[in-house]
């Protein structure tokens, strides 16, 4: 019979002892390899000219004038024929205009030059009654027509419609709040000329709408939440739709784009926007508007307005 001590001396010697191999049949288990990074997959964006064509597909752009590139070379046209964009309508919509960001599933409606025309005007009032932008690319156009203005008198002018010079002056190169401020600086009473060319327009709409190849009428609008920001300087960014916040930020501040300069431009809205999150007062975001957007020369008084429109935004949107 084996004694208690007999029994604590083999339990002893059994702790000294080794663990036993692990057996063949069950190797140790490997450790989980890494798992690549997914690669983002390439942005293509469907597009077709405005008045009609087959539809191209362009990717590999950064900014406006690279897409206008992509436009021009998948339909054998030069650049400079692209007045501007629509997103999702082949119409002249400006509430449809190509800005600073396009929805990973939006198509592309390029709208090229058509007929030239030449209006005379006389300014009788100190506000012409256009708003004016640019297409981010050297051609500034009429965006809006005031109801009751003096250019709306002029049946011949019309929304779309590009700046191409003023009394024989080009202004083919010019940014929006320059062609606007000419207008401005117009003296009264003295008749001046607008040579405008109109985009193009097909010769049979009717026609070539009801060919489902020639006209996705209503296109794919993407109900993702990812957008390509267009920059104008630095590469394009994918990045999440702007926010409740944003988007109402922005459009105030559009609205006082146009009440103070005459131009809309959703994307110096926008740009405006994201540089007030990074400042705590008006003074530092004067600065700071100084510093990212000297160019436009904004008024003190406007840039306090804005400031007061991005706080109201912000109160608005909770």
């Known amino acids: 019979m084996e004694t208690t001590a007999a029994r604590e001396a ?4 059994a702790q000294r002892l080794p663990a036993p191999p692990p057996s063949p049949a069950e190797p140790p288990a490997a450790s989980p390899t890494p798992t690549a990074p997914r690669a983002r ?8 000219l ?10 590999g752009f950064t900014n406006v004038r690279e897409l206008y590139a992509k436009i021009a070379e998948a339909f054998g046209i030069a650049p400079t024929e692209i007045l501007f964009c629509t997103l999702n309508s082949h119409k002249v919509d400006m509430q ?52 009751g203005s003096i250019i709306n008198r002029i049946e ?30 117009l003296p009264k009473s003295q008749p001046f000329t607008l040579r405008l060319v109109q985009p193009k327009r097909a010769f ?17 609008v993407s109900s993702g939440r990812e957008t390509l920001r267009l920059r104008s300087g630095g590469a394009a960014t994918v990045e999440e739709v702007p926010s409740e916040f944003e988007e109402e930020a922005s459009r105030r501040v559009d609205d006082l784009l146009e009440s ?18 990074k400042t705590v007062s008006v003074q530092e975001f004067a600065r700071h508007l100084d510093s990212v957007l000297g ?16 706080g109201e935004a912000r109160e608005a949107c909770g």
């Open 41 to 48: 997959p390439r942005l293509v964006f469907r597009t077709q």
């Open 204 to 220: 049979d709409m009717i026609g070539q709408r009801s060919r489902g190849s020639k006209y996705p009428m209503e296109a794919k």
């Open 10 to 13: 083999r339990g002893a010697e």
């Open 295 to 310: 160019e436009f020369a904004f008024p003190d008084e406007f840039v306090v307005e804005v400031w007061a429109a991005i």
């Open 96 to 147: 449809k205009l190509l800005g600073g960001q396009i929805g990973l599933e939006d198509f592309i409606f390029a709208h090229v030059r058509g007929e030239t025309k030449e209006v005379e005007v006389t300014k009788t009032e100190d506000a012409l009654g256009l708003t004016i932008t640019d297409n981010g690319a050297g051609y500034a156009f009429i965006k809006r027509i005031k109801e």
């Open 50 to 59: 405005a008045h009609g064509s087959p539809t191209g597909k362009i990717e």
């Open 260 to 277: 103070y300069m005459g131009i809309r431009d959703p994307e110096l809205a926008s740009t405006m926007v994201e540089t007030s999150k």
């Open 156 to 185: 011949a002018v019309c929304v779309g419609d590009s700046i191409e010079a003023i009394n024989d002056h080009s202004i083919v190169g010019c940014r929006h709040y320059e062609v606007a401020k000419m207008l401005r600086e």
